[in-house]
C-alpha cells in the first residue's frame, strides 16, 4: 500500500489552532450568506454549525477506523485501487478549484483595498511564491504559525469592538426571523459548506499529528473556537452597519472604515488588510499544501517537493480562468459552490463511510459461514 | 507577457530537472513533466490572449440542467 510521504510531526494543538485560523479566513466571504439572511446572519452560522457537527462526526469516524491513514490512502482501502484513483482525482479537482477561489478572493481583496492599479496576475504570482516557499519547509511550518495568526486576529477584534463603540446600534440586530424560510436553509447551506466543510482538508493533515489520540478533541475545539470567532465578526459587522451589510462585498472592512475616536483614531482598515492578508495566506498555504500531497499520494511519489512549483503556475492560470470578475466569483459562491462543494465535503465521506460499514459486515458474515 | 512566461518556465525546467534526474526519480520525473507540458501549454495561451474555457461554467450549468439550484 502506499507509505505516507510526510515524515513532520506537528502537534494536537498547532493542529487546533491551525483549524481555527483557517476557518476565520473565511470571514472575507461573509457576504455570501448576508445577501440571503441579511440581520439574521449570525443564526446562519450557528445552525450551520449544528449541521456540520453531524458531518464532522463521520469524518471522525473515518479517521478513527483508520488510524494513521489520510483521505486518498483511504479511499483507496475501500474503493479499491482502481476507483479510489479516481475519487482521489475528483478531490485533487476539488481541492484545486477551492484553493483557486481562495487565491482569487485574495487577489480581489488587495486589488479593491490596496493596489487598485496593479494587475490582479501580479497579487497572485507573489502570494503563490511565499505559500510555494512555505510549503518547501514542510508541514511544521505550515501550520506553526496559526496561534500566533489567531492571536492577531483576536486583538483586532477587541480593538474593533473597543473603537466602534460610538457606532454600535443594537437595534439593528432587529427584527429577527422576519426572512422566508428558504433564506435560511440557503444560508445554512452556504455557511456549513463554504464556511466550515472545508476543514475536510484536514483529513490529509491528521496521520502528521503526533498525539493521535487527542484528534477528536482538536477537531472539536478547532471548529467551536473557529465558529464562535466567525460569529463575533458577523454579529459586530450587522451591530455597525446594519442595513448595508448585505450589499457591502466586505463588511468587516466597512466596519474598521467607520472608526473615527475624536479625529485621531482613523483610517484604521489597513491593519484588517494587513491581518486578513495573513490570514487568508495561511489558509491558501494549508490548501496548497493539500493539494501538492494529494498529487503525490496518488501517483506514489517519494516527494512532493519537486511538484510544487509547477503546480503554483496551474494555480495562477486556473484562478485567472475561473472568474472574470468579483461579481461573478460571488455567484458561484452563493449557488452553484454549495451543491459542488457540498458533494464532497458532506455526501462523499459519507457514502465512503457507509460503504466501509457494509463491506465490514458482509466480510465478517462470510467469516462466520466458513 | 509572452516571454516573461517563456523565461519563467525556463528557470523552473533548470530548477527540478537536474536534482530529478540526479536522484533517478523517475517516476517524480515522469509526473513532473506532465504537469510541466499542462501548465506551459496553458499559460502561453493565456499570455497571447486566448480564452480557456471556464470549467467553472461547465459545473454550473450542470447543476442547472439536474435542477440543483437556488434560483
Not at chain 2, 29 to 38: E, M, P, Q, R, Y
Request: glycine share 6%; proline share 3%.
Amino acid at each position: 500500500m502506499n507509505q505516507l510521504i510526510e515524515k513532520g510531526k506537528i502537534s494536537s494543538s498547532q493542529f487546533k489552532f491551525a483549524i481555527m485560523c483557517f476557518l476565520v479566513g473565511a470571514a472575507l466571504i461573509t457576504g455570501f450568506y448576508a445577501k440571503e439572511t441579511k440581520q439574521d446572519s449570525w443564526m446562519v452560522i450557528l445552525s450551520g454549525y449544528i449541521v456540520f457537527l453531524i458531518f464532522l462526526w463521520f469524518y471522525l469516524l473515518l479517521v478513527k477506523n483508520f488510524p494513521g491513514k489520510n483521505l486518498i490512502q483511504i479511499h483507496d482501502l475501500i474503493y479499491g485501487p482502481f476507483l479510489g484513483k479516481i475519487i482521489s482525482a475528483l478531490y485533487i479537482f476539488y481541492f484545486f478549484t477551492v484553493e483557486s477561489f481562495n487565491l482569487r478572493d485574495l487577489g480581489n481583496f488587495v486589488s479593491g483595498s490596496l493596489l487598485p492599479e496593479t494587475p490582479i496576475v501580479i497579487v497572485l504570482a507573489l502570494t503563490t511564491i511565499i505559500c510555494a516557499w512555505t510549503i518547501h519547509k514542510g508541514v511544521e511550518v505550515v501550520v506553526r504559525y496559526g496561534m500566533i495568526f489567531f492571536c492577531l486576529w483576536i486583538i483586532l477584534t477587541f480593538m474593533t469592538i473597543i473603537l466602534s463603540y460610538d457606532n454600535l446600534k443594537f437595534d439593528n440586530l432587529l427584527p429577527m426571523f422576519s426572512q422566508p424560510l428558504m433564506n435560511y436553509i440557503h444560508g445554512t447551506h452556504i455557511s456549513a459548506t463554504i464556511c466550515f466543510g472545508e476543514i475536510i482538508i484536514f483529513l490529509m493533515i491528521v496521520p502528521s499529528v503526533n498525539d493521535q489520540s487527542k484528534i477528536n478533541r482538536s477537531f472539536f475545539q478547532g471548529l467551536t473556537f473557529g465558529m464562535i470567532a466567525l460569529l463575533f465578526i458577523v454579529i459586530i459587522d450587522t451591530i455597525v452597519l446594519g442595513k448595508y451589510t448585505p450589499i457591502l462585498t466586505l463588511a468587516s472592512y466597512e466596519t474598521l472604515r467607520m472608526i473615527d475616536v475624536a479625529g485621531i483614531f482613523s483610517r484604521m482598515e489597513i491593519i484588517f488588510v494587513a491581518i486578513h492578508l495573513i490570514l487568508q495566506f495561511f489558509k491558501i498555504s494549508v490548501f496548497y499544501y493539500v493539494m501538492v500531497l494529494s498529487i503525490a499520494q496518488v501517483c506514489n511519489l517519494r516527494s512532493y517537493k519537486s511538484i510544487i512549483n509547477i503546480s503554483g503556475i496551474i494555480l495562477i492560470s486556473y484562478s485567472i480562468v475561473i472568474a472574470s470578475s468579483n461579481i461573478e466569483s460571488a455567484a458561484f459562491g452563493n449557488d452553484a459552490a454549495t451543491f459542488f462543494s457540498g458533494f464532497f465535503e458532506l455526501l462523499l465521506p459519507v457514502i465512503t463511510f457507509l460503504i466501509f460499514k457494509i463491506k465490514k459486515k458482509i466480510n465478517k458474515s462470510t467469516k462466520d459461514n466458513i | 507577457m509572452f516571454i516573461v512566461v517563456i523565461i519563467i518556465f525556463i528557470i523552473i525546467a533548470l530548477f527540478e530537472l537536474p536534482l530529478l534526474i540526479k536522484e533517478k526519480q523517475w517516476r517524480e520525473l515522469i509526473v513532473f513533466s506532465g504537469l510541466f507540458v499542462f501548465a506551459f501549454i496553458i499559460a502561453i495561451l493565456q499570455s497571447i490572449g486566448i480564452d480557456i474555457p471556464n470549467p467553472i461554467k461547465g459545473i454550473i450549468s450542470f447543476l442547472k440542467y439536474i435542477h440543483l439550484s437556488y434560483k
